[in-house]
């Protein structure tokens, strides 16, 4: 029994390595013309913009040029490939048109996946951005909640910028709660506003929030779980982008990206506590 039970292990884990071997396997020879594009050109062609913490710039001069969970993934197809990674700076403006203009073979300056960029890129996902909510920790109608939701109520305020990316969300998720709307003046969430207790909390993105709290003394957050960096509020997935109609490639893209996600979280996780 002990003998079956150790060959049916073993029969086990020779799957799994087997699993994710052929995962990481790219596409063989006439099965993507992109993929045999590059391996023709001994290059995978990468449009890089610095968007932190997935894709950091290094100006020092010493050192790799950039770095980051796109990075390292970037780096990883180019090394299953067996190619040279080469980098070619995009804009604002042409960092999705350089996939259809063959420029690029993939963006890897971090995309946010919306709805119109997907008629026209595909999107290979390994993060994604959200929202916290912050207040002062002294003051009872933020620090008694233990959760976003116990935050609607028609004794709190919550401050948002006119116009921001927030104002929509603040009235719909929290309908029973005092909206307070204020101009932009700046600053990455109005900070003020919850400081002079001219409300109660305020939404911001999860990563600003990171260096807010290292600079704000006194400040609490909700999800209060790992520093807010686990939630979901407002959420919108995060990734690199290839151009449309390339399925063998986008399969492997994303099988790639799945095996790695643990190593780009740390990654990602390690560059945003050092953010300032």
Not at 27 to 32: D, F, L, R, V
Not at 228 to 247: F, H, M, R
Request: aromatic content about 6%; glycine content about 6%.
């Amino acid at each position: 029994m002990k003998k079956i039970f150790s060959l049916s292990l073993a029969a086990l884990i020779a799957a799994g390595t087997s699993s994710v071997a052929s995962a990481q396997e790219a596409p063989a020879p006439g099965a993507s013309p992109r993929v045999d594009a590059i391996r023709k050109a001994g290059e995978l062609r990468v449009g890089v913009l610095q968007n932190a913490p997935w894709l950091l710039e290094n100006t020092s001069g010493q050192g790799e040029a950039w770095s980051g969970p796109a990075w390292l993934l970037a780096k990883e197809y180019a090394r299953l490939l067996n190619v040279k990674l080469r980098t070619v700076p995009v804009s604002h403006e042409t960092k999705v048109p350089v996939l259809a203009a063959n420029q690029v073979d993939m963006t890897i300056s971090p995309l946010g996946e919306t709805p119109e960029r997907l008629k026209v890129v595909d999107f290979v996902i390994y993060s994604s951005t959200s929202v916290c909510l912050f207040g002062r920790a002294d003051n009872p109608k933020f620090a008694k909640n233990a959760a976003v939701e116990d935050l609607n109520r028609a004794d709190v305020t919550i401050a948002y910028f006119t116009g921001g990316a927030e104002e929509a969300w603040v009235k719909q998720r929290f309908p029973k709660a005092q909206h307070r709307a204020v101009a932009n003046s700046g600053a990455t969430a109005p900070v003020e506003e919850v400081m002079a207790r001219r409300a109660d909390a305020a939404p911001i993105n999860r990563v600003p929030w990171v260096p807010l709290s290292q600079k704000v003394k006194g400040l609490g957050v909700l999800p209060k779980e790992n520093n807010c960096q686990n939630s979901t509020e407002k959420a919108s997935p995060v990734g690199l982008a290839i151009d449309k109609n390339q399925p063998a490639f986008l399969e492997w893209a994303r099988a790639v990206a799945k095996t790695q996600r643990p190593k780009l979280d740390a990654d990602e996780s390690r560059i945003v506590s050092t953010m300032q």
